[in-house]
């Protein structure tokens, strides 16, 4: 696949903690191994240290990418999250721990050939999705396994896995993508696109359907509030909402109802709280 890497140099998804977190309560973001990272953005984990009072909801911003996660102390409890055009908010209990793979756009569709749009705003058991992960997990996730032990399982994996990816990912696709990534203020793009990759619109909408599981206009909305999430967290001293017109937003109103559809809160309140944890492989 030429020019793999490049999703990766241009996009960065971002999980803005929206629900405070305290000392109780886990999270980190590893690398993959080195030739993974074309294909999966990072592994992650959520725990909690010790039992907690209350249950925890935990709040996830739209980011554009397909995640599958497993149960650490329960791995026949294995699932898929497809792409969202929303935020969403899931229960974890008072006592959890759970492991996953976040793949970068497109991504998962190649390396499984399952299509997108069947996972699109939902969590599906990975069984009825993939048997042969929801396999794997089982018989290779132990409860107590640190990060660096699941990043081990999933290195070797999904390094298998690519070997038997039997089809080239769509150029026409990547081209697209490549394209919204790059431009994130026009979301008008659909015809402007499929004549740049020499596609129909209907095609075009075809292919992100099955490579991504939503419209093309769907996914630049969620690129363009990534990107916007990304250089806010770049700024020193920036209010909320100094950078929206730069990135296309109309008027301030536009700007916080687009946000809150994807983060699940206002911008202020978001960036009170704004933390990413990306940890480099030791």
């Not at 026409?172 to 740049?196: C, G, P, Q, W």
Request: include cysteine; glycine fraction near 4%.
């Amino acid at each position: 696949m030429k020019n793999q890497t490049d999703i990766r140099e241009l996009f960065t998804p971002m999980q803005p903690q929206v629900a405070p977190l305290s000392e109780k309560i886990f999270i980190i973001e590893v690398l993959p191994d080195v030739r993974l990272q074309p294909y999966i953005w990072c592994y992650w984990e959520i725990k909690s240290r010790e039992p907690l009072e209350e249950d925890f909801f935990c709040k996830i911003a739209s980011d554009g990418c397909i995640d599958i996660f497993v149960d650490v102390n329960n791995p026949y409890q294995s699932y898929a999250m497809g792409f969202y055009n929303r935020s969403s908010t899931y229960l974890l209990g008072s006592c959890f721990h759970y492991a996953g793979v976040r793949f970068l756009p497109g991504m998962f569709s190649f390396l499984f050939n399952t299509k997108a749009s069947e996972l699109s705003n939902a969590v599906e058991f990975m069984d009825a999705v993939h048997k042969n992960t929801s396999k794997f997990l089982i018989e290779n996730i132990r409860p107590g396994d640190s990060i660096h032990d699941i990043r081990s399982v999933f290195d070797r994996y999904f390094m298998q896995n690519l070997h038997h990816a039997g089809n080239e990912f769509d150029p026409r696709v990547y081209e697209a993508i490549l394209i919204i990534l790059k431009n994130t203020k026009s979301l008008n793009i659909e015809n402007d696109v499929s004549k740049i990759v020499g596609v129909s619109p209907r095609h075009l909408r075809r292919l992100f359907d099955f490579y991504i599981g939503h419209n093309i206009k769907s996914f630049a909305r969620v690129v363009r509030f990534q990107n916007y999430l990304k250089a806010h967290s770049e700024s020193i001293n920036m209010a909320p909402g100094s950078l929206y017109y730069d990135f296309g937003y109309y008027d301030q109103g536009h700007f916080i109802k687009e946000f809150k559809t994807f983060s699940g809160d206002t911008p202020s309140k978001t960036f009170g709280l704004l933390s990413r944890q990306l940890y480099l492989p030791s």
